[in-house]
């Protein structure tokens, strides 16, 4: 790791001002993945501005919606007792991330903006288009038992590993920015970008923005959410498939339906057509199975990883199995 600069900052507005007037600057809260980054070689920077003092890490449920501080604690997230109430995909999203250890320290917009597990990406003896466009990507036709079956391209075919983002993605979550421009809100769906010919931009973000907070709207659907994570080991370990899950019926049928996948997508996978399959339907192992299908429909599964297209179907047939009683 090459040497670099330290700056604490004191409100929002601050952090934002010195990353405009400090060219190669990084925002750092728990810098679980930021330090590895840089340690590796996969990112490098010449100042971090550490954000821990800004007063945005308070956690708020209030009647219409949920307020999380980007410097938030995973743990602190997972456990606040109104999430585990209102929103318990979210609490089981982030109970199911890394460790015990890493959630103690890990803050809310550093797992958001958390790079991919490939190891592609991570190897700096590999050439990769993520980390250094037009170097190729290995994967197309290498190790690729991890990488994505949706919205890949031929630059890319990793999969964002965050958990939580998946579980944000299915309950219509916003993130608010503060940058040179002010402040705004991006709807998550609208967060995480395609890789297309651009793999090495990843989200909507615009230079020197910062994290202020995730807001998500309270709802019914959000009271009856789940998320079921498919892993190779019980701990400290990316999802190979995911499902975050919300559910309203009337009787058999679906009233209401939300649906994320991780572990499938170079971004949290939500698919707006297979929602509206459900909708309407008795909710059965035929409309499930029906729905299933129309998930993968444009998937493009590579020799190594074709078993997640009929993993991700039964995880959404457990998870939905679940949630509407079918079990």
């Known amino acids: 790791m090459r040497a ?10 601050d952090a934002v001002r010195i990353a405009a007037s400090t060219p190669g600057s ?6 679980t993945d930021l330090l590895n980054l840089m340690r590796d070689g996969a990112q490098a920077h010449d100042h971090l501005i550490d954000v821990n003092h800004l007063g945005i890490g308070e956690i708020t449920a209030g009647a219409a919606r949920l307020r999380v501080g980007a410097a938030a604690r995973m743990r602190q997230v997972a456990e606040h007792p109104g999430v585990r109430r209102e929103f318990p995909v979210l609490s089981q999203a982030l109970l199911a991330s890394a460790s015990p250890q890493v959630r103690n320290m890990a803050s809310i917009g550093g797992n958001l903006l958390q790079r991919t597990r490939c190891g592609y990406f991570r190897d700096q003896a590999s050439p990769c288009n993520k980390r250094s466009p037009g170097s190729g990507c290995p994967a197309i036709g290498g190790h690729n038992r991890g990488h994505a079956v949706l919205g890949g391209s031929d630059h890319c075919l990793a999969t964002h590993p965050s958990d939580l983002a998946v579980a944000l993605t299915a309950l219509d979550a916003t993130v608010h920015l503060l940058g040179p421009g002010g402040e705004r809100a991006v709807p998550v769906a609208d967060f995480y970008l395609l890789p297309g010919a651009t793999p090495d931009r990843e989200t909507a973000m615009r230079p020197g923005e910062l994290i202020t907070r995730v807001e998500v709207p309270r709802t019914a659907l959000a009271g009856r959410s789940r998320y079921l994570k498919l892993r190779d080991r019980a701990t400290f370990e990316f999802a190979v498939v995911s499902v975050a899950a919300a559910l309203r019926t009337r009787g058999r049928v679906v009233q209401d339906v939300r649906l994320a996948f991780g572990g499938v997508g170079t971004r949290p996978w939500r698919d707006p057509g297979v929602e509206a399959a459900l909708r309407g339907r008795p909710l059965t192992a035929q409309a499930i199975a029906e729905a299933g299908r129309l998930l993968l429909r444009d998937a493009r599964p590579r020799e190594g990883n074709t078993f997640k297209a009929e993993l991700v179907q039964r995880a959404l047939a457990s998870i939905l199995g679940e949630l509407g009683g079918l079990r």
């Open 26 to 31: 990084a925002f750092v809260a728990g810098g």
């Open 4 to 13: 670099f600069g330290y700056t604490v900052a004191g409100s929002p507005a």
